[in-house]
């Protein structure tokens, strides 16, 4: 299919919509609902808004809503350097937008804090268990690269088809329940960057973790899914090799 201006702005409006609901509703219900919820609650919201919007908008866009899954598609070859640069610009202003939004209706709220706070990541005094900067930069690897491998995995070249969003929208609320205590969670830096432009202060001095970690747990979940899921190869191997090994010796 032959693709036209008019499908390049779909896919980026896409893009830039998903990120800006996803910062308002995900984050938001950390600002705003945060204490009646709980970290369970929080990672629920994560996970059912990203599971929602990836089937509104992974047909047009493949939903990536976060620069470090584009990264992933960037690496894996399945999208090329220009529809990279347009959606993670599209990403970070839906990011900027959706964190202006919540900022506004946040500031409705007597008494509640959003300097150096506002749903934004962090370590060391930040962290809700103290957690020191280089264990928040591994964590943030490791919960990225589970993210964008299973994104990887389960999307059809871009698009998001079949029950594939039903597994990203699990993958993401189950990161989040293992990192809200350690660093707030970011696993995608236009998450990070909107709210951290808010909320002033510590978040704006540990941004760059939350950029450049996920960046890296992306990259290296396209080059493992590489190795595990090479292009023009068969995906279903498991139940072949287990009947090729079932198999009686046939040697004389």
């Not at 957690?131 to 994104?151: K, S």
């Amino acid at each position: 299919m032959e693709i036209t201006e008019s499908t390049q702005t779909r896919t980026v409006v896409a893009e830039f919509l998903g990120t800006l609901l996803l910062v308002f509703f995900a984050v938001g219900a950390a600002v705003l609902a945060g204490e009646y919820i709980g970290t369970f609650g929080i990672a629920l919201a994560f996970g059912f808004t990203m599971l929602a919007l990836a089937y509104a908008l992974g047909p047009i866009s493949g939903c990536h809503i976060n620069p470090a899954v584009t990264l992933g598609m960037l690496l894996a070859r399945r999208i090329v350097l220009r529809t990279a640069l347009e959606y993670w610009i599209a990403q970070v202003l839906g990011a900027i937008v959706g964190a202006a939004l919540l900022f506004l209706v946040a500031k409705q709220v007597p008494g509640l804090q959003t300097h150096d706070a506002f749903g934004t990541n962090g370590w060391g005094d930040r962290s809700a268990v103290r957690l020191n900067l280089g264990g928040a930069f591994i964590a943030e690897i490791v919960m990225t690269f589970l993210f964008v491998f299973v994104v990887l995995t389960v999307t059809h070249r871009v698009a998001v088809l079949g029950f594939g969003g039903l597994a990203i929208g699990l993958a993401l609320g189950t990161v989040h329940l293992i990192g809200i205590p350690l660093d707030g969670t970011s696993v995608n830096p236009a998450r990070s960057i909107g709210p951290a432009l808010f909320a002033g202060g510590g978040a704006i001095a540990q941004l760059w973790l939350f950029i450049v970690a996920p960046l890296v747990g992306g990259a290296l979940a396209a080059v493992v899914h590489q190795i595990t899921h090479p292009p023009h190869e068969p995906r279903l191997i498991a139940d072949e090799a287990a009947a090729d090994a079932a198999k009686p010796d046939e040697r004389v």
